[in-house]
């Protein structure tokens, strides 16, 4: 497959992924935290809900008649029995030892010229100078549970380190002042813009993995970036908005190993393959 720039996939995607989020986000008086920076999410393997399908888990695994030892004694499904896939993803997996599932983190801060020591909302150093920083932390051990290839990944064999491409994704839910049945300015005006909720969004960010980013198979790149690198003035100073972030999740191709094509939309067979949440040691 083609080679995949890191700083050119993750600019553009991140760009459009929060473009609504953070443009024309009106400096509020509602009800707000006191900060909501920085936003970091763990990433650990996604495995399949035991009895209770939901609409994330569509296929759980299968009663076994086993219960979680008290006081949490809620019925379990014991991997060594159940037909059902135990894991999201069945086209990928992980070694057994020196891996890292990684994190994503998002950090509202002032980007150069203004100085390392300035906070937001940046208003000392004159111009633009609020952004969103992106990073993310590699991912190792990353190993296939099958052979193929596809548009957006590869697998030479089982057990092989994989090369090609994840797709990090998230809903968000942003509250802001610039609605309105038709075009409308914020602040005061002949129409001004009024309160509102949009209706949630899915964003996706591709995250390169061995060859694709000329790395070891089977590791997958880090990489730092900004909201406003991607789409100049997307974030603003002095503007405030309520953005959620919901289901953060990492999805492994499915057996086409294809997302469906740049900027990776994703497919029906897609599988979660990494969901937030904590590992316990």
């Known amino acids: 497959m083609t080679s995949i720039k890191r700083s050119t996939t993750l600019s553009l995607a991140c760009g459009a992924l929060l473009a609504l989020a953070l443009?024309?986000?009106?400096?509020?008086?509602?009800?707000?935290?006191?900060?909501?920076?920085p936003f970091t999410v763990p990433l650990v393997v996604a495995y399949n809900s035991c009895i209770t399908a939901t609409p994330d888990d569509p296929a759980p695994m299968t009663a076994t008649g086993n219960t979680h030892v008290t006081p949490l004694a809620n019925p379990s499904c014991a991997h060594a029995t159940t037909t059902g896939q135990i894991t999201k993803s069945s086209t990928l997996g992980?070694?057994?030892?020196?891996?890292?599932?990684?994190?994503?983190?998002?950090?509202?801060?002032?980007?150069?010229p203004a100085p390392p020591t300035e906070t937001p909302p940046c208003g000392t150093t004159p111009?633009?100078?609020?952004?969103?920083?992106?990073?993310?932390?590699?991912?190792?051990?990353?190993?296939?549970k099958v052979a193929g290839g596809g548009t957006d990944g590869g697998c030479t064999a089982v057990g092989a380190g994989y090369n090609g491409v994840l797709l990090a994704q998230s809903v968000i839910r942003i509250t802001d002042h610039s609605n309105a049945p038709s075009t409308c300015a914020v602040g005061s005006g002949a129409s001004p813009c009024v309160t509102g909720t949009v209706q949630d969004l899915t964003f996706s960010v591709p995250v390169v993995c061995g060859s694709a980013g000329s790395l070891p198979a089977g590791t997958c790149a880090p990489a730092?970036?900004?909201?406003?690198?991607?789409?100049?003035?997307?974030?603003?100073?002095?503007?405030?908005?309520?953005?959620?972030?919901?289901?953060?999740r990492v999805k492994s191709p499915g057996p086409d190993f294809s997302f469906g094509g740049f900027p990776w939309p994703g497919n029906a067979d897609d599988e979660k393959f990494l969901s937030q949440g904590?590992?316990?040691p």
């Open 23 to 37: 443009g024309s986000v009106a400096l509020a008086t509602h009800g707000r935290p006191g900060g909501g920076t």
């Open 278 to 280: 904590i590992f316990l």
């Open 127 to 144: 111009g633009e100078n609020e952004d969103v920083r992106i990073s993310t932390s590699a991912i190792t051990g990353v190993t296939c």
């Open 94 to 112: 992980f070694t057994t030892t020196g891996t890292g599932q990684g994190k994503i983190a998002l950090n509202v801060r002032c980007e150069a």
């Open 224 to 248: 730092v970036t900004t909201i406003n690198s991607g789409l100049a003035g997307a974030v603003k100073e002095l503007q405030r908005g309520n953005v959620e972030i919901l289901n953060v």
